[in-house]
């Protein structure tokens, strides 16, 4: 079914429950009995069913069977188009190997490119489409897509041609970062100051005038590019008016964090490996930090990010799949909120904003995106649950009841009563 085909949300949704850290502006007590009417596939009341107002009564109804309302989650990173996966680096890292290893080796990002550059953009366009179903049937409503599979300006250019594809397609909100300083490309060996050249350029220059660039995204790392090339990456943004984030503190303390602090950046994401000072850095900047807590499952990794520390600054912390094919194969953004509740030690309330509230201020969609509230797109899900807790608590279970993207029903499982 097309988008447009689904049908209108519009009407008073009743019967359900609310989370009143999620509405804004927030009500002055919780709501009892919530109702939220939508027109015209915007939010144009949430209030006190008793005090629904006269110019919506004889709307539809729509009985939300006392299930749970929520925004529709952000998934604020992810690199959902690529090529192929790397499910023997999986067998190599079990047998021993590192991520540093795999990658000096060929494999690695590498790996990836090979396959994104040899396949066309309607291949990528399907399997990415297959991807992306599947997280927007856990409650997903906006998306982070970047590049970076490409390395070259024509493979950049299709990934992200894609992605804008991606969002017309399916309905759904798609801001894409540019990735192009992801990896070193193998003709460049050994010439990583050539490399960032072409990125700042011969890509950017081009891929944002074309309408295809939302942000500018960097992996700052020893096995990457440093502190001086990514800040020429950030300085080609800035000239193209375009915000800038960075992959920062993954593998170690490279002083990324308060490098992209100091560019203004929407956010710092990783940070396993994030300093006092970077911290500081984050919060005088008002930067948020998205951690990952799939990727730093799936490598094993031992080395937490400082969570107390940026909890004590009141850094504000959102939570993203990672979805990638090499380090974080994981399409559940419910999954990673249970993974930042266990593995980080993330509370209930924490880990829901870092779904939603925070996650849509790393894209700088909160405005319309995270919280409910009248004036809004209708983006929401109803959860057959009876808490926030158990959003974070089920492993492995579908609840979303209801999914409400745009304005339109985009849910097939579950009827709308009248």
Known sequence: M?????????????????????????????????????????????????????????MRRHDGGGALLTPGLVDCHTHLVYAGNRAQEFAQRLAGATYEDIARAG??????????????????????????EVLMADGVCAI???????????????QLQVARRLADAHGIV?????????????EFAGRGDAYIDSVCNDMLPVLAAEGLVDAVDVFCERIAFSRA????????????????????????????????????????????????AGVAAMRDAGTVAVLLPAAYYALRETHLPPIAALRAAGVPMAVATDHNPGTSPTLSLLLAMNMACTL?????????????????????????????????PANFVL??????????????????????????????????GA
Not at 26 to 40: F, H, I, K, M, T
Not at 112 to 131: G, H, I, K, N, P
């Open 229 to 276: 090339q990514t800040e020429r990456v950030f300085n080609a943004a800035r000239v193209l008016g375009l915000p800038v984030k960075l992959h920062a503190e993954q593998l170690s303390d490279m002083g990324g964090a308060a490098l992209a602090a100091r560019h203004g950046a929407m956010s710092a994401d990783h940070l396993e490996h994030l300093s006092a």
């Open 344 to 376: 980080f030690r993330m509370t209930v309330d924490e880990a829901l904003a870092g779904i939603t509230r925070n996650a849509a201020r790393a894209l700088r969609i909160d405005a319309t995106h995270g919280t409910l509230g009248a004036g809004r």
């Open 107 to 132: 494999g690695g990002i590498a790996s990836t490119v090979r396959a994104t550059r040899a396949t066309d953009a309607e291949t990528l366009f399907q399997v990415a489409s297959r991807r992306l």
């Open 174 to 186: 798609v801001r894409t970062t540019f990735l192009g300083a992801h990896t070193l490309p193998t």
């Open 144 to 158: 982070e897509i970047k590049s970076g599979y490409g390395l070259d300006l024509a493979t950049e250019r299709k």
């Open 383 to 416: 959860w057959n649950v009876a808490s926030a807790a158990e959003l974070g608590y089920w492993i492995g279970q579908r609840p979303a009841r209801t999914l409400v993207r745009q304005g339109r029903v985009c849910d097939s499982q579950h009827a709308v």
């Open 2 to 58: 097309t988008f447009s085909a689904h049908p209108s949300a519009d009407g008073v949704w009743h019967n359900i429950v609310a989370v009143p850290e999620l509405i804004d502006p927030a009500p002055a007590a919780p709501l009892q009995q919530p109702a939220l009417v939508v027109r015209d596939g915007v939010i144009a009341w949430l209030g006190e069913a008793g005090a629904l107002p006269a110019a919506h009564a004889q």
